[in-house]
């Protein structure tokens, strides 16, 4: 059973002029630089901060689990928050809970640690459920791009802050001081999305509050699939995301080495997005494209399964290349729906099911290396599921989930 049409939230008045278009881009670049630096900065500084703080054991496995539960709880808010306040406003707010979030981290204290994570990535949420109906609003005929652009910046953001954040706290002196300092890169986002919103509101005009619930959509074939490919490419994601520098110093890799490996896997992904993207954005191409980019996926765990570690350079590079189905996915969910309204509601439901299910990835990865001694099992599940990644890809392909005319 599908929504019902919803009028459209916003007329919106003549063409808008180049200047209007230009921070929107610069607004748009900010936004990505932030929306996984806040993560990967606080996860390269996660042994220091519980030796400097000291937390236990129990809150040192909850803490990394905070961002994905937050993606699903906050997340499931969006659409009837963007109902409410319209979507730009939306971003807004959840930009001055991203930046007080990190910046609360920076006082040395493990509640305060906590509290701004839940505040920083509650806001996080929104912003990861809103932008691609904020894409659809303003770059309506330009989603691959502008979503490409978004997401090769996120994954920038995330590995730079990543690299940058522990010669930041030997300077500072400091780990917690380290991590607080990231806020002053969501302080810069929504200091440069603030404009965006000014023009919005002085140039459009709002005719009625219109929320879609995104859960009827998920009696829907459209609602199904888009969740489905969205959580499981998630669940690969954030498992590999947390554990693979790990399970390669257990298979023998040197730490350093493992470090650089990561590296190479995350930057991997950059392009692989942007060759994605490219191909599955053409008439006919979406299938082809989904299938490569989940068989590359399916081969890297394999070759991390079964070829010896002084190979571990090929999994790294096939595992960072499978990493490039995310922005494909945020380009079907932006091109989805018959209004904003129900973009948003599909973008909703999606991510806040998926991440919901995704959080299982790290802790059952971990868990069954803490039961068995051994990646053996772990890897092989996550096979598995990258086995049904390839079936929803072939369905979701078949399907005509993403508009053809954007």
Same mark, same amino acid.
């Given at each position: 059973?599908?929504?019902?049409?919803?009028?459209?939230?916003?007329?919106?008045?003549?063409?808008?002029?180049?200047?209007?278009?230009?921070?929107?881009?610069?607004?748009?670049?900010?936004?990505?630089?932030?929306?996984?630096?806040?993560?990967?900065?606080?996860s @390269?500084?996660?042994?220091?901060?519980?030796?400097?703080?000291?937390?236990?054991?129990?809150?040192?496995a909850?803490?990394?689990s905070?961002?994905t539960?937050?993606?699903?709880?906050?997340?499931?808010?969006?659409?009837?928050?963007?109902?409410?306040?319209?979507?730009?406003?939306?971003?807004?707010?959840?930009?001055? /809970? #991203?930046?007080?979030?990190?910046?609360?981290?920076?006082?040395?204290?493990?509640?305060?640690?906590?509290?701004?994570?839940?505040?920083?990535?509650?806001?996080?949420?929104?912003?990861?459920? @809103?932008?691609?109906?904020?894409?659809r609003?303003? $770059?309506?005929?330009?989603?691959?791009?502008?979503?490409?652009?978004?997401?090769?910046?996120?994954?920038?953001?995330?590995?730079?802050?990543?690299?940058?954040?522990?010669?930041?706290?030997?300077?500072?002196?400091?780990?917690?001081?380290?991590?607080?300092?990231?806020?002053?890169?969501?302080?810069?986002? $929504? &200091?440069?999305?603030?404009?965006?919103?000014?023009?919005t509101?002085?140039?459009?005009?709002?005719?009625?509050?219109t929320?879609?619930?995104?859960?009827?959509?998920?009696?829907?074939?459209?609602?199904?699939?888009?969740?489905?490919? $969205?959580?499981?490419?998630?669940?690969?994601?954030?498992?590999?995301?947390?554990? /693979?520098?790990?399970?390669?110093?257990?298979?023998?890799?040197?730490?350093?080495?493992?470090?650089?490996?990561?590296?190479?896997?995350?930057? !991997?992904?950059?392009?692989?997005?942007?060759v994605?993207?490219?191909?599955?954005?053409?008439?006919?191409?979406?299938?082809?494209?989904?299938?490569?980019?989940?068989?590359?996926?399916?081969?890297?765990?394999?070759s991390? &399964?079964?070829l010896?570690?002084?190979?571990? !350079?090929?999994?790294?590079?096939?595992?960072?290349?499978?990493?490039?189905?995310?922005p494909?996915?945020?380009?079907?969910?932006?091109?989805?729906?018959?209004?904003?309204?129900?973009?948003?509601?599909?973008?909703? #439901?999606?991510?806040?099911?998926?991440? &919901?299910?995704?959080?299982?990835?790290?802790?059952g990865?971990?868990?069954?290396?803490?039961?068995?001694?051994?990646?053996?099992?772990?890897?092989?599940?996550?096979?598995?599921?990258?086995v049904?990644?390839?079936?929803?890809?072939?369905?979701?392909?078949r399907?005509?989930?993403?508009?053809?005319?954007?």
């Amino acid at each position: 059973m599908t929504a019902p049409p919803a009028p459209p939230v916003l007329s919106a008045a003549p063409p808008k002029p180049r200047t209007a278009v230009v921070l929107g881009v610069i607004a748009l670049v900010l936004i990505g630089l932030n929306l996984r630096a806040g993560i990967s900065g606080a996860s @390269a500084l996660l042994h220091d901060l519980q030796q400097v703080l000291g937390y236990g054991p129990l809150l040192a496995a909850v803490i990394p689990s905070i961002p994905t539960l937050c993606f699903a709880l906050a997340g499931a808010a969006t659409s009837w928050l963007t109902g409410r306040l319209g979507v730009e406003k939306a971003i807004l707010l959840a930009l001055a /809970f #991203l930046a007080g979030g990190l910046l609360l981290r920076g006082i040395p204290a493990t509640g305060m640690l906590l509290a701004g994570t839940v505040i920083g990535m509650s806001g996080l949420a929104v912003c990861n459920v @809103a932008m691609p109906s904020f894409i659809r609003e303003h $770059f309506a005929h330009r989603t691959s791009m502008m979503t490409m652009l978004y997401t090769v910046t996120m994954t920038t953001g995330a590995t730079v802050t990543a690299v940058a954040v522990i010669p930041m706290a030997q300077a500072l002196g400091s780990p917690s001081a380290a991590v607080g300092a990231i806020g002053f890169l969501a302080v810069a986002a $929504f &200091l440069g999305f603030l404009p965006v919103v000014l023009h919005t509101h002085r140039h459009s005009v709002r005719a009625s509050s219109t929320h879609i619930s995104p859960w009827p959509l998920l009696r829907t074939r459209k609602g199904q699939l888009l969740t489905a490919i $969205f959580t499981l490419q998630a669940l690969l994601a954030y498992s590999l995301i947390s554990w /693979f520098p790990s399970m390669l110093i257990t298979m023998g890799v040197a730490a350093a080495d493992s470090g650089l490996l990561y590296g190479l896997m995350q930057l !991997v992904s950059v392009p692989a997005g942007m060759v994605i993207i490219a191909i599955g954005s053409r008439p006919r191409m979406l299938r082809p494209a989904l299938y490569l980019v989940s068989i590359i996926m399916l081969a890297g765990l394999a070759s991390l &399964l079964w070829l010896p570690v002084s190979l571990a !350079v090929i999994p790294a590079v096939l595992l960072g290349f499978g990493l490039g189905i995310f922005p494909l996915v945020m380009v079907m969910i932006s091109r989805s729906g018959t209004s904003t309204a129900e973009t948003t509601a599909l973008s909703t #439901l999606a991510q806040s099911i998926g991440y &919901l299910l995704a959080t299982a990835g790290p802790f059952g990865t971990g868990l069954l290396y803490g039961s068995t001694g051994s990646w053996t099992l772990p890897v092989a599940l996550l096979l598995g599921l990258a086995v049904v990644q390839v079936l929803v890809a072939h369905l979701i392909s078949r399907t005509p989930i993403a508009g053809r005319k954007r």
